[in-house]
């Protein structure tokens, strides 16, 4: 009930493709929706979150595009850059208190130049 | 710096030994986590703190494994008598509670630990 899953493992996009990552959850409490990016040696860093009040959210080359029914979202790279190579966290807890977020396991994209 | 603070950035010990790794979050920020990253994997939830209340421990793989947390300051993880399987990068996140809430955790760089 708890578990993000987070697909695929890794991914390489050419420079000015699109990347996209999958994730599917089971919980149906949960109401928040982020996604992480952590560099080598850096802690993760919030990118992006949605809520399921709305089925996209766009905030400059990066979407989210939230299912509710299907219980999925994925993050959207467009024009992906080598700058962008990092790994990439989905998350879900529910918006009420926020006490716990459960991670998916990670996708580790790299853009080629 | 204004950001979350974690020391020692590396640490490797022997296995039975006991390690501290420590802690300090933004400023004002009341609530504080603890994970796990093992290589390639996710980010496994230890702990979390909350203010005044009990924490929440049902993270804690095992009895080994105790956190503390003074007031809403520094927070230490401690690790006994270390196995192997605890070799991983342990992450501390902090994050605003109250008023406008986003929800967003800003990490330390974590604390990487090495069992030999």
């Known amino acids: 009930q708890q578990q993000v899953k987070q697909s695929p493992q890794s991914l390489i996009v050419q420079k000015g493709g699109i990347s996209i990552i999958n994730c599917a959850y089971e919980n149906t409490a949960f109401d928040y929706f982020p996604w992480y990016q952590q560099f080598p040696g850096k802690g993760p860093a919030l990118l992006i979150a949605?809520?399921?009040?709305?089925s996209e959210k766009k905030e400059g080359r990066f979407t989210i595009s939230f299912n509710k029914s299907a219980k999925q979202f994925s993050l959207h790279i467009m024009d992906s850059q080598p700058g962008d190579s990092a790994t990439y966290f989905c998350?879900?807890?529910?918006?009420?208190?926020?006490?716990?977020?459960?991670f998916g396991k990670g996708t580790m994209l790299l853009v080629s130049p | 710096g204004a950001g979350v603070s974690q020391s020692p950035s590396n640490k490797v010990t022997e296995k039975g030994k006991d390690v501290e790794l420590r802690c300090d979050p933004i400023?004002?920020?009341?609530?504080l986590y603890w994970y796990r990253q093992r290589l390639g994997q996710g980010l496994e939830f230890l702990i979390y703190f909350q203010g005044n209340s009990a924490p929440d421990k049902s993270g804690l793989p095992s009895d080994r494994f105790s956190a503390e947390r003074t007031g809403e300051s520094v927070s230490t993880l401690t690790i006994q008598r270390t196995q192997q399987e605890d070799s991983a990068v342990y992450l501390c996140a902090s994050r605003k509670t109250g008023g406008y809430n986003t929800g967003e955790l800003f990490f330390g760089e974590g604390s990487r630990l090495t069992v030999l």
């Open positions: 998350a879900a807890s529910t918006a009420r208190g926020y006490s716990t977020l459960t």
């Open positions: 400023s004002g920020h009341t609530a």
């Open positions: 949605i809520r399921p009040d709305v």
